[in-house]
């Protein structure tokens, strides 16, 4: 597949660096001539220097051949551009970031085909969380009656020390361990998959079973009251709003007093407090504890990390940082940050579905494996229909984790039996994912 993406920032270069690496034939265009020399350094890609609005520079690089324009450079209205022109061009499809929610309305007679927000995103997947405190991943799928969970086992859970086998009867009610992330290595789990203290694991389940996977994996359940929010960017207000939302108590810390007074006029319900998020003396009022939960959201990862471990060091019970270089989430993870937020992520998770072959619904990738859960619909006459789960010769590198038939979610057995139209979630490694497509088609 050929694909042009403009702006070579955080995101694009993210999803140039994936892309090019399954072979994908990839072109990246970027204004800034420096940031276009560092990326030409680094990708495994065509980088031009230019205006990814403009048709000449969109003309040099052969859009009209593009299967997929992909504009995600920080300014909405030059996205939006991008889109327009590379249509008129003869692109196949467009994808723009689009922050601003007051432009989304009507952009598809712009030429824009799909809209990205990853702010929003972000604080969707926050406000989850929020509500499942000390999991480190939760994805939603099949309309949400199905939650991939993520967490670390602790020492007392009764999964450690236990094959995959054995943990199965430990329980009454359905789950998949669809994978195992140890030392940075991930595996996709079988029966003898033995299960131990510190690994990460992802299990899917039936989204009214998700209020167990705490304590199957060892996490100390604590009723969150209170949610303090560090920073004041986009990402955090609108984390701020849907928390509001769901009936928590919301403290807003930043070191801007113009800002935080210009929002407390804005909002009657957080309380905005003016002060240094690194500082602990800033928490000393609240009497922080284990039932408060601390999101470090602003746009600098060094002051989220201190927030965070300042949090913890108070007593707090569970602390999600936001991130923009994904290598520090392996390196933090279990010192002292439960859980982490990317904007490279949502991002991925929203393009990748346009990417991958089949009828696919949706697309989830993960802070620390480059592993992708797929969401993907079985056509009636896809080679897998009309078998069971165990005949399927599934890739080692690939479980099926749900199953989504005529509006029911379970999690399948052996003896499942693929059905027309049925939406499976599949979790798969990166060198399985083509070995699943093909299963479909």
């Not at 994978?179 to 694991?201: C, S």
């Amino acid at each position: 597949m050929r694909i042009v993406i403009v702006g070579a920032g955080a995101v694009g270069s993210s999803l140039a660096e994936r892309l090019s690496g399954e072979g994908q034939d990839v072109v990246i265009i970027e204004a800034d001539r420096e940031k276009a020399a560092e990326v030409q350094e680094t990708h495994d890609a065509l980088v031009l220097t230019g205006n990814g609005s403009s048709q000449h520079v969109l003309t040099e690089a052969e859009v009209e051949k593009a299967d997929l324009l992909i504009a995600v450079s920080n300014n909405d209205g030059a996205n939006i551009l991008a889109c327009h022109t590379a249509k008129g061009l003869g692109v196949k499809r467009t994808v723009a970031r689009v922050e601003d929610p007051s432009l989304h309305e009507g952009l598809e007679t712009l030429g824009v085909d799909v809209v990205i927000d990853t702010g929003e995103a972000g604080a969707r997947e926050l406000v989850g969380l929020v509500r499942q405190a000390g999991v480190s991943d939760l994805v939603e799928f099949a309309n949400g009656k199905l939650s991939l969970i993520g967490g670390t086992v602790q020492g007392s859970s009764p999964l450690a020390g236990r094959s995959l086998a054995e943990s199965r009867r430990l329980t009454d009610w359905d789950w998949v361990l669809t994978a195992v992330v140890r030392h940075g290595v991930t595996t996709v789990a079988h029966g003898q998959t033995v299960i131990e203290e510190g690994d990460h694991v992802l299990l899917m389940v039936a989204a009214d079973d998700a209020g167990r996977v705490g304590s199957l994996i060892g996490l100390a359940r604590h009723p969150i009251r209170r949610v303090f929010v560090v920073g004041t960017t986009r990402l955090a207000i609108r984390t701020v709003e849907h928390v509001v939302n769901e009936g928590f108590d919301v403290i807003v810390i930043d070191s801007d007093h113009d800002r935080c007074r210009t929002l407390a006029e804005r909002y009657a319900r957080p309380l905005f407090v003016c002060g240094d998020p690194t500082d602990p003396a800033t928490y000393t009022d609240f009497d922080p504890s284990e039932r408060d939960m601390l999101l470090a959201l602003t746009g600098w990862d060094e002051v989220n990390i201190v927030a965070s471990l300042v949090a913890k060091a108070q007593g707090m019970a569970t602390v999600v940082a936001r991130f923009n270089r994904i290598e520090y989430v392996a390196l933090l993870s279990g010192r002292g940050i439960d859980a982490a937020v990317s904007a490279r992520l949502a991002a991925a998770n929203a393009i990748l579905r346009f990417v991958r072959r089949g009828l696919i619904h949706s697309v989830a990738t993960f802070k620390d494996t480059a592993a992708e859960a797929i969401e993907i619909e079985a056509e009636p006459h896809a080679r897998l229909v009309g078998k069971a789960v165990k005949e399927l010769a599934l890739p080692r590198g690939a479980v099926i984790g749900g199953v989504l038939r005529d509006g029911r979610a379970f999690v399948p057995e052996g003896s499942t039996v693929i059905a027309p139209r049925d939406h499976l979630i599949f979790f798969a490694l990166p060198d399985a994912i083509h070995q699943v497509e093909r299963l479909f088609t």
